[in-house]
């Protein structure tokens, strides 16, 4: 009977507790994959960011990304398109989670350099006007807020804001963006 009873004790015990793996090892790496709006305009107006993270300590991690986004200027019958071509570095950092690393909350800082491209490089528009604006070599920085759920040891969903701030521009100096992405972790 004693024995019944020890083997029904590590049964129990067995079922309450799980195993899982170790997640955001240093040195771990994992992809991810970023899309969003830059305003509420959705056809003309979005984001798509691809990237590569590097875990440091205590959930922190090396950020390196390149981004594509187009957005588009409204100018009497015609959207003047502006796309932007991005390659950013940077760090993130854990300010919340849970106790078992499932949910996240980050703060990010990065550097970032590229090429802003407005109306294609034409400067002269369909009725005669001139644009102001030009294409050109953009750089600045950038933070982010994300939050970031763990589906598994590798794969996590983020919900990010994010506000560009950059210079040498003619158009907006501060951009601010809400996207979703994945990450697998390898």
């Known amino acids: 009977m004693k024995n019944l009873i020890i083997a029904f004790m590590i049964l129990l015990s067995a079922n309450t507790t799980t195993v899982s793996a170790q ?15 830059l305003n509420n305009n959705i056809s003309d107006n979005y984001f798509i960011n691809a990237g590569l993270i590097k875990h440091s300590k205590k959930g922190n991690y090396v950020i390196y990304s390149l981004e594509y ?7 009497k019958t015609i959207d003047i398109p502006v796309e932007n071509y ?5 760090y993130s950092f854990n300010v919340i989670a849970d106790r078992r690393k499932s949910l996240m909350f980050n703060v990010s800082f990065s550097a970032l350099g590229g090429y802003e491209d407005v109306n294609k490089g034409e400067q002269l528009l369909y009725d005669g006007a001139k644009l102001l604006n030009k294409s050109s070599m953009i750089y600045g920085g950038s933070g982010k807020l994300s ?3 763990y589906l598994s040891d590798r794969i996590v969903l983020i ?3 994010k506000t560009k701030w950059l210079w040498n521009t003619s158009l907006e100096k501060i951009r601010p963006s809400a996207g979703l992405g994945i990450r697998f972790n390898l």
């Open 69 to 75: 986004s187009k957005n588009s200027i409204p100018y």
């Open 147 to 149: 939050i970031e759920m």
């Open 23 to 37: 997640r955001m090892l240093p040195k771990q790496k994992g992809i991810e994959v970023n899309v969003g709006l």
């Open 86 to 90: 991005t390659a950013e570095i940077g």
């Open 159 to 161: 919900a990010s804001g």
